[in-house]
């Protein structure tokens, strides 16, 4: 298996057209048709704010590739369990895959950073652990919907989730083409989404904890 430093190293720039489909409308719950609402959630605690997510995207948006390729490489060193976990879970998985999930889990991170100030602690083996029981107990009270109810019950899922904004943001990219125009299989769009999800459920133990009312 690959180094997890070759394979951040060797990153191509998919960075760019992702940052470009990461608009404020997105994030803050637009009317879609195939994208769950956030608008009607009265009041919830959230770790990371709509704000944080954008800001992140906003920044990332402006690197350049040795820009990306030295911050994949900080994003290693500051949290090594996360990155061994992304590409042990998608090193069989192809490149595509692990690349997006490289990013997606980067941006987590870069997201967490925003909302607190840079003071992100690295993340212990055993915290990913929990984080991806949480996650499989998640995907399972979603697998027991009936098809015809899938749509809601993740729009219920998004909204009752501590992680709105994030989850949001990682649907919408999930729903989007790759940068070379094609798209990745169902299957490959769930992978990707599990380590996602995990990565978020590993991180959350760096909140302060708020509310915020979504108008």
Known sequence: MEKVGDILADLRPIHAPMIARCRSDLLLGAASSDRPLLKDVPQLVFMISSESVEKACSEVGEYSDEMMVGEFDRFFRAQPAICDFVVESTHESGQKVQELSLFLSYMIFKAVEMDTAGSVTKVSPETIEAGYRETESWMERLSQADATELHASIAASL???????????????????????????????????????????????????RIIEVD
């Open 159 to 209: 909204q009752h989730d501590t992680e709105p904004y994030l989850l949001q943001y990682l649907i919408s990219e999930l729903n989007e083409p790759m940068d070379d125009g094609t798209e990745l299989k169902e299957e490959e769009k769930g992978e990707v989404f599990f380590v996602a999800k995990t990565v978020i459920e590993s991180l959350k133990s760096q909140s302060k904890g």
